[in-house]
């Protein structure tokens, strides 16, 4: 009886397993409508039902079983050696029938539907998760696209950036002949960052993004003080820093002024003084926050878009256009306008150099919903944009000619660009795109990128960053990454870091996730349709020809 009873127990275990209430597998696609979602429940009800009929003639059947052994015994002798022989039997059978349910749940379903072409050595993790509803252009279509379509929107990159450099260079020229050698801080020559200068920026206007580092007077000197340098910093804090303004002999805190006699017409930029004011009369702003020794970002902001103004005001004359400043939520937008009506924007901004690293502290930057705001006006963030430029510079060289890296990156910005004007801008930017680029090309060798294989790599690409998606989880490229090589020059304190979570907002934002979830599908599933409409009819915005400046 022990032993029936043991039987029908195994029984209703498995049917226990088998209920997709109490132990559901957790799914990590995304269906795609609530019809597809209703088919699978009924398929999946009419196997229960099944399943069901089965293990209800089983339990019959043992339970006849069990009465005829019953009668048997009360009847006659106790059961042979056989009898027990064939017991244990059908007990290890009905372990092993368990066991086999438990598998089959698990794996029957596992596999997708349709899995998505690919390399057949494709990097562990990202074949296990399919690009739901993608379906990509083959080849010749995707290559007639990017000729036609992205690189003919980009041909005039090169005389934008000529034109605007020209322009910021006389314009921080004037700004140097303003200020005082002695009490001002010092403005160092631009350098060009980020996508117009990676070769890959797609979206109209053309934005060129100039780092002004600028230094303080003798004697004193910026110490940045890193997030990663042992003191505790908040959540979200991370690739954020302090700078402290010193003494160049560390010596206490304390500003020039306070030691040495100022003309009546002369102001210190980091403090001012009592008292004095310029001949205008508007009081000098303070540089730093008020009773502390940290650079402030507001202030720094005021400070260097008054000096602009004034190295205008300057020049001015010299130009036939305005120059104005553009987005408020960037203080470093300038943007040039043509009396034709055309405007040509320019970020300018003022940066701090991290010690002899190539690594600048930035007082603001374009901020997008997942992007978390500093805690407060005194933290700069850590920019990786002079690294990133050398490391696709350094990899470049080691990629077969015509290397198709830089063509994904163009058609998945592209694409993301497009879908953010159809639904609205999600919490997934052309900065998270450079980042997923970025851990490919490190870890996939040269010959994968070559130009044949552009279609491929941009599905990897995809993929990539869907996974990245479905476990909200994109590490920063450079910070905590080992991986990293030594060439680039990267600083031990930034590689021994934490790794930071790019994708950390998603975690405590939910409703912002299932936007950029619902926005990153939606744009998978409109790419064979803006793929065929761009490649057949260029919008005119991707084709305006890049107006002409005079000076006088």
């Known amino acids: 009886?022990?032993?029936?009873?043991?039987?029908?127990?195994?029984?209703?275990?498995?049917?226990?397993?088998?209920?997709?209430?109490?132990?559901?597998?957790?799914?990590?696609?995304?269906?795609?409508?609530?019809?597809?979602?209703?088919?699978?429940?009924?398929?999946?009800?009419?196997?229960?039902q099944l399943e069901r009929l089965r293990l209800e003639e089983e339990v019959a059947q043992l339970a006849a079983e069990e009465v005829a052994m019953e009668q048997a015994a009360a009847e006659g002798p106790p059961p042979s050696e056989t009898h027990t022989a064939w017991d244990l039997w059908s007990t290890l059978c009905m372990i092993l029938f368990l066991m086999i349910e438990v598998w089959r749940q698990d794996h029957q379903d596992g596999l997708p539907a349709e899995c998505p072409a690919g390399d057949e050595d494709e990097l562990p993790g990202l074949g296990a998760t399919p690009l739901l509803g993608l379906t990509l252009p083959d080849k010749a279509t995707l290559g007639h696209f990017?000729?036609?379509?992205?690189?003919?929107?980009?041909?005039?990159?090169?005389?934008?950036?000529?034109?605007?450099?020209?322009?910021?260079?006389?314009?921080?020229?004037?700004?140097?002949?303003?200020?005082?050698?002695?009490?001002?801080?010092?403005?160092?020559?631009?350098?060009?960052?980020?996508?117009?200068?990676?070769?890959?920026?797609?979206?109209?206007?053309?934005?060129?993004?100039?780092?002004?580092?600028?230094?303080?007077?003798?004697?004193?000197?910026?110490h940045p003080e890193l997030w990663c340098s042992g003191r505790s910093v908040p959540l979200g804090g991370q690739g954020y820093g302090q700078i402290k303004v010193v003494r160049a002999d560390d010596a206490a805190l304390g500003c020039v002024c306070d030691k040495t006699k100022l003309g009546e017409d002369m102001l210190c930029l980091l403090h001012s003084q009592n008292g004095r004011r310029r001949p205008g009369g508007e009081m000098e702003e303070l540089l730093c926050a008020s009773g502390s020794p940290y650079l402030d970002t507001v202030q720094v902001m005021k400070w260097f878009q008054t000096a602009l103004t004034r190295a205008w005001h300057r020049i001015a004359h010299k130009y036939e256009f305005d120059l104005a400043f553009g987005q408020l939520d960037t203080p470093g937008s300038?943007?040039?306008?043509?009396?034709?009506?055309?405007?040509?924007?320019?970020?300018?901004?003022?940066?701090?150099?991290?010690?002899?690293?190539?690594?600048?502290?930035?007082?603001?930057?374009?901020?997008g919903p997942s992007q978390v705001s500093p805690a407060s006006s005194t933290d700069w963030l850590l920019s990786f944009a002079v690294y990133e430029r050398h490391f696709l510079r350094m990899k470049s060289k080691t990629l077969p000619e015509g290397a198709c890296h830089l063509s994904c990156l163009q058609i998945a910005s592209f694409l993301l660009s497009k879908q953010n004007r159809l639904t609205g801008p999600s919490g997934l930017s052309t900065y998270h795109l450079k980042t997923a680029l970025l851990h490919l090309l490190l870890a996939r060798p040269g010959p994968d990128w070559r130009?044949?294989?552009?279609?491929?790599?941009?599905?990897?690409?995809?993929r990539s960053l869907e996974k990245s998606l479905l476990e909200k989880r994109l590490c920063h490229f450079f910070i905590g990454n080992r991986k990293v090589p030594e060439a680039t020059g990267l600083p031990q304190a930034i590689r021994r870091a934490e790794p930071l979570n790019l994708f950390q907002p998603f975690v405590l934002q939910r409703s912002l996730y299932r936007q950029t979830v619902d926005s990153f599908y939606e744009m998978l599933k409109n790419i064979p349709a803006l793929v065929s409409e761009y490649s057949l009819h260029i919008p005119s915005d991707h084709a305006s020809p890049l107006p002409k400046a005079v000076i006088l």
């Open 334 to 367: 300038l943007k040039i306008k043509f009396r034709s009506g055309k405007c040509m924007p320019f970020n300018l901004i003022p940066v701090i150099q991290c010690e002899d690293s190539d690594l600048y502290f930035v007082s603001h930057l374009p901020r």
């Open 451 to 462: 130009a044949e294989q552009l279609d491929v790599r941009l599905r990897e690409l995809l």
């Open 1 to 48: 009886m022990a032993l029936g009873l043991f039987r029908v127990c195994l029984v209703v275990v498995t049917a226990i397993i088998n209920h997709p209430l109490l132990f559901p597998r957790e799914n990590a696609t995304i269906p795609e409508n609530e019809e597809e979602i209703l088919r699978k429940m009924q398929a999946h009800q009419e196997r229960l």
């Open 146 to 222: 990017y000729e036609r379509c992205i690189r003919g929107a980009t041909a005039d990159a090169a005389r934008t950036r000529e034109f605007v450099e020209g322009f910021v260079d006389d314009l921080l020229e004037a700004l140097r002949s303003l200020c005082n050698r002695d009490t001002d801080m010092e403005v160092e020559d631009f350098m060009g960052v980020g996508s117009m200068y990676e070769n890959w920026q797609v979206d109209r206007p053309l934005v060129c993004n100039l780092f002004v580092p600028f230094t303080p007077p003798e004697p004193y000197r910026f």
